[in-house]
């Protein structure tokens, strides 16, 4: 819309003073117009800028701006935002002549709805709950809403009758609540005071933010009002959307680069057998075999029948496997009913009796003691290796890049990944168990042989006893029954390299961890010693009251509403609001500033060549905490000190008139009740003239809430729980009472409390970039902190001489002034307790409602129960929680590294070096406690059966003439 100034008359007010009188037009292309006035000097979004957003009709835009004519036709339905600076004019000033200038920005608004059905994801964790969608699908697939689907001219009328100037008045507290300031009116009061404004007209005239702002507050509105109308809607029948719930699980979960390859060579090899099983049968392929020829006496048995075979194998026992099979190399041998026959041969033993060899050592090697001494020496190797290497990786960690190095093949549009640092563990594994199984296999060979040396054995322990085709979970039970006791070790070391193998390939795996650097970082705040500073002139050298006092500080202490302590303590509590930066539970902790660490931080992250954000910081700091220590007020138990009974039927007479009657008393009523004070030191009972919960005749629970007595040293916390009716009674001949009354006695419980505010050392863990504390350790001893409480509002006179005279030339004239100290323990204390008594912008007051901001978030920790409350215990520990939160808040507010001073609760430091832990998320490579544990178990059984097994029957071993490696050697 453009604005126009079409009138600029002069106006006198009642003390005869010339006013400027000035018309403006609003009008828009599609023929919306508006004319209003106003009076500069009256109106104070002329005299100090501001705006207002207002619907349709315009009536009154402010308190003191009128509409003259409006063209309703084109206008109705839409609303206007007017946002503008001061008007630069000087009114009557001869020696100027300025044209009025009015910079300011209009918007006329009209309001769409739309609704479409979409597929929502909806997040859930322990700090948020976020919604997404596709915007897009939703653009293409919104249908308008009608007019009737949801009564929308109402929701529009609650929209800008929600009190919002109230709400979001100038300068709660203040001691005349005037100062001056841009005006705002209807929802933009609220954007207005919001960070990114801070009240300030020229930044809301940037319509790139106020816009988006517009419309989100928009938004927001009509999704609460949707959210409360379908809660609240408990016999609507609605339809339940479908929908799938994923949690978040542990699992396994198979790797593709890995499970393809297994499953083809799994699949060719199931082929193979099945194609070696049908070529193997009987019909294909007859052994003629009577017996398995696995034990040495069935391989005996195979030579019965033939003597020639057992004339040419007579003193080859000694021979080696090369002249055998040299010897042998002639004969044509063929198996028939059982036996192995000579078919054709050279006629030629094999060798001389007196021809024969000396005596050598027909051992295989890998059971000689060299071999043994190297296997021994590999496995204490692996065992060695394993433990430095768990002891780095529980310490230090390993995360260089050539460590944790991932091999990524590129085959057929599939993408695997081979980690060397799964594979070589691995391989190690399979060479360890090769080797003892070579070893494994060489004695089970050798066993039945080695039974029968030295000593006659039994046919069940030697020749009929058979390992070689045994499986290998088998070997050690035959062993055992055999008394073999050296193979059955042996067998359950073969078993354990298999399980070595498997433990090997499972030991290492990779996580992004935090890496640890240490850095030095200047301290630069503490807590505050040095009292805030106040004052007011003109004073004559009187002191001030308590309320003064009190009065210089609480305006600043509140702040603009959106951006106060309060409200973020009470979004916190009520609506799990974002906690504060460096802050969490009800602790706050000494803020640091970060900006001295970044070299360390690009220096961290060149070592590690790694370009991950860092986020996460451990260090040092002060903590602090603020709780209350109550105990329970007896009086609420004794309803006659609190409470009056009202006999409306039989009311006392006062000067001949009864105090009640038809015409004053509630008429639904006999007998009600109505608070009374009894005590200066606690709530104004008296005063409590809100709210009923009357609805459709029926008449509700109420509450009422407050803390109060905020110039002792205890506050009171009372709660009040009960029923009572709508409006305010006056009695007969007492025309200044009005009376709130209950139609039941109504309950009451009470608190007093002591405030304490402890520091401690404390080890936290914050985030780099927002300040929010992710852990924390309280390291130190709590000690009071007597800081907060040492100047008590303390005043001091100041007299200036301005060696000026009065008007007569007979006395000097004096500036007078008085200066105010407090320490910040008493402006936290009274500034949180009298919050409730500082008119709408904190308190809540609706039907069944009348309670201020603290006693509100007390209500939510007790799950929004009002009987709960009414125990003193519970009371009293949701008084305390709530007190420590909110001063979290106020501790954490208003701090800026720039000022001279910081804030309210800290101050600045000469700076002190701390250290500063920087973590930085990196790909570690991690070792399994379990595989470790158990791969070093087996590699010390394993390394202990090595040993037995080369130290014991080497002379056994040395006794036997050949080797068994083949059917020759043995039938030799």
């Known amino acids: 819309m453009s604005l126009t100034m079409t009138g600029n008359d002069t106006y006198r007010d009642m003390f005869g003073e010339l006013l400027a ?10 023929g919306c117009s508006i004319v209003f006035s106003a009076i500069l000097g009256y109106n104070k979004v002329l005299s100090e800028g501001g705006g207002w957003w207002a619907p349709s009709p315009y009536r009154d835009l402010s308190s003191d701006m009128k509409t003259q004519d409006a063209s309703v036709e084109t206008c109705a339905g839409r609303s206007m935002a007017l946002v503008g600076t001061a008007l630069d004019m000087v009114v009557g000033d001869p020696y100027t002549a300025k044209t009025p200038r009015f ?8 309001s769409k709805y739309f609704s479409s059905k979409v597929d929502a994801t909806v997040a859930i964790n ?6 997404m969608f596709d915007v897009d699908d939703y653009y293409r697939t919104r249908r308008p809403l009608s007019e009737e689907a949801l009564n929308l001219s109402s929701i529009e009328q609650a ?6 100037s109230e709400k979001f008045g100038r300068n709660p507290g203040s001691l005349y609540n005037n100062a001056d300031g841009p005006w705002y009116g209807g929802p933009l009061s609220a954007i207005a005071a919001g960070h990114r404004y801070n009240e300030d007209p020229r930044k809301l005239q940037n319509l790139t933010s106020l816009l988006p702002d517009m419309k989100a507050m928009f938004q927001q509105s009509f999704g609460e009002k949707l959210l409360e109308s379908w809660t609240q809607s408990v016999d609507r029948e609605f339809a339940m959307p479908d929908a799938k719930v994923t949690v978040k699980k542990a699992r396994i979960i198979a790797s593709e680069d890995v499970g393809f390859p297994l499953a083809v060579l799994l699949l060719c090899s199931g082929l193979l057998i099945s194609g070696v099983a049908y070529l193997t049968r009987l019909e294909q392929r007859p052994l003629n075999l009577s017996q398995e020829p696995g034990k040495i006496e069935s391989t005996a048995a195979l030579i019965l029948g033939d003597p020639v075979l057992r004339e040419l194998l007579c003193n080859s026992d000694k021979l080696s496997q090369e002249t055998l099979s040299s010897g042998l190399k002639g004969c044509v041998l063929g198996v028939t009913r059982g036996q192995i026959f000579v078919m054709s041969n050279s006629d030629k033993r094999l060798i001389e009796a007196e021809q024969l060899p000396a005596i050598h050592d027909a051992r295989p090697a890998v059971v000689r003691l060299p071999v043994g001494a190297l296997l021994t020496s590999f496995l204490f190797s692996l065992l060695a290796g394993l433990a430095v290497l768990y002891r780095l990786s529980s310490s230090t960690g390993f995360y260089q890049t050539s460590v944790a190095y991932q091999l990524q093949l590129h085959i057929a549009q599939t993408t695997a990944t081979l980690a060397p640092y799964t594979i070589v563990p691995t391989f190690l594994a399979i060479g360890a168990k090769l080797w003892f199984a070579m070893v494994t296999d060489s004695v089970q060979k050798y066993q039945p042989f080695v039974a029968m040396m030295g000593r006659p054995a039994k046919l069940s322990e030697s020749i009929s006893v058979e390992y070689h085709n045994t499986p290998i979970a088998l070997v050690s039970l035959k ?6 006791w050296l193979l059955a070790l042996l067998g359950v070391g073969a078993f354990a390299s298999e399980a070595f193998t498997v433990s090997m390939s499972a030991l290492w795996y990779r996580e992004l961890r935090d890496t640890s650097r240490v850095a030095d970082l200047s301290r630069g705040l503490k807590i505050r010693t040095a009292p805030s500073e106040s004052g007011m002139s003109g004073r004559n050298h009187t002191l001030l009251s308590s309320n003064d006092t009190r009065g210089l500080f609480i305006p600043k202490l509140y702040d603009v509403s959106l951006q106060n302590w309060l ?13 504060p930066a460096w802050s969490k539970d009800t602790w706050s902790f000494l803020p640091l500033d970060l900006s001295g660490i970044d070299n360390d931080i690009r220096y961290a992250r060149g070592a590690l060549n790694n370009n991950t954000q860092i986020r996460n910081l451990t260090l040092q700091t002060t903590g602090l905490k603020a709780s209350l220590d109550c105990h329970s007020l007896n ?9 009056t009974e009202l006999d409306f039927l039989h009311s006392p007479i006062s000067n001949g008139v009864s105090l009640w009657n038809d015409t004053n008393r509630p008429l639904i009523l006999d007998l009600g009740y109505t608070l009374k004070n009894f005590s200066s030191a606690t709530l104004d009972l008296q005063s409590i003239n809100c709210c009923a919960n009357d609805s459709m005749g029926k008449i509700g629970d109420a509450v009422v809430g407050y803390w109060s007595n905020a110039y002792g040293s205890e506050l009171t916390s009372t709660w009040i729980h009960g029923r009572p009716i709508q409006g305010l009674y006056t009695p007969n001949g007492d025309s200044q009472q009005e009376l709130f009354v209950w139609q039941q006695a109504p309950q009451m419980s009470a608190v007093s409390c002591k405030p304490r505010i402890e520091a401690a050392k404390s080890l936290v863990t914050i985030d780099m970039e927002t300040g929010v504390v992710y852990d924390y350790e309280i390291i130190g001893t709590l000690r009071n902190v007597s800081e907060a409480w040492s100047w008590p509002y303390s005043q001091k006179n100041i007299t200036s001489d301005t060696t000026t005279w009065d008007d007569d030339g007979t006395y000097p004239s004096f500036e007078d002034a008085v200066r105010v100290n407090a320490s910040w323990g008493y402006l936290f204390w009274d500034a949180v307790i009298n919050s409730g008594q500082q008119g709408a912008w904190f308190r809540f007051q609706d039907p069944g409602l009348n309670v201020d901001l603290i006693s509100y978030s007390m209500l939510h920790l007790a799950n929004d129960s009002r009987e709960a409350l009414l125990d003193p215990e519970i009371l009293a520990e949701h008084a305390s929680t709530t007190f420590g939160i909110f001063f979290k808040h106020f501790a954490n507010w208003n701090i800026t590294w720039d000022a001279d001073w910081t804030g309210y609760v800290y101050e600045k430091d000469i700076p002190s070096k701390i250290d500063v832990t920087i973590s930085v998320p990196t790909d570690q490579l991690l070792m399994s406690p379990v595989a470790v544990i158990m791969s070093m178990s087996i590699l010390v059984f394993l390394i202990f059966v090595t040993i037995i097994m080369f130290t014991t029957n080497r002379h056994k071993y040395k006794a036997i003439p050949r080797d068994v490696n083949t059917l020759a050697s043995i039938l030799g």
Do not use: M, R
């Open 567 to 579: 409200y973020s303590a009470t979004t916190e509590i009520t609506q799990h609001g974002v906690t």
């Open 21 to 30: 009188n000035l018309t403006f037009e609003a009008s828009s292309k599609d």
């Open 103 to 110: 910079d300011a920005e209009l918007l006329l608004c009209s």
């Open 635 to 643: 009086y609420t138990s004794d309803p006659p000190l609190w409470l």
């Open 479 to 484: 062993a055992l029954k055999s008394s073999h």
């Open 159 to 164: 929209f800008f009758a929600s009190g919002w």
């Open 126 to 131: 322990q700090t948020s709950v976020t919604v």
